[in-house]
Nanobody, 114 residues
Framework: QVQLVESGGGLVQAGGSLRLACVAS????????MGWYRQAPGKQRELVAA???????NYPDSVKGRFTISRDNAKNTVYLQMNSLKPEDTAVYFC????????WGQGTQVTVSS
């Protein structure tokens, strides 16, 4: 059973930074794609960053230039560095890993105050 555990969320003022971490219970080499999603109250879950096993990254325009996803294969960990945070970034952030199926973490709350 694959487990993904997120950490690093919290309360930060607008313009601040946070770094989220997602630790997998297995080697992340098995996942061809890993990513971070977020879900704000009353809204659909949306992708904020993705990284392939080869290191190719993808971001939506809403976070491009502010968020950076990276992976440390030796630590079975994927990170999301979030800079210049805005109140609209407030959401629960979920880690996702994909092989033949998708796995999800429990999520970590990020709150950005204005």
């Amino acid at each position: 059973q694959v487990q993904l555990v997120e950490s690093g969320g919290g309360l930060v003022q607008a313009g601040g930074s946070l770094r989220l971490a997602c630790v997998a219970s297995t080697t992340i080499f098995r996942f061809h794609l890993m990513g971070w999603y977020r879900q704000a109250p009353g809204k659909q879950r949306e992708l904020v960053a993705a990284i392939t096993s080869g290191g190719t990254t993808n971001y939506p325009d809403s976070v491009k230039g502010r968020f950076t996803i990276s992976r440390d294969n030796a630590k079975n960990t994927v990170y999301l560095q979030m800079n210049s945070l805005k109140p609209e970034d407030t959401a629960v952030y979920f880690c996702n890993a994909r092989e033949s199926r998708a796995y999800w973490g429990q999520g970590t709350q990020v709150t950005v105050s204005s």
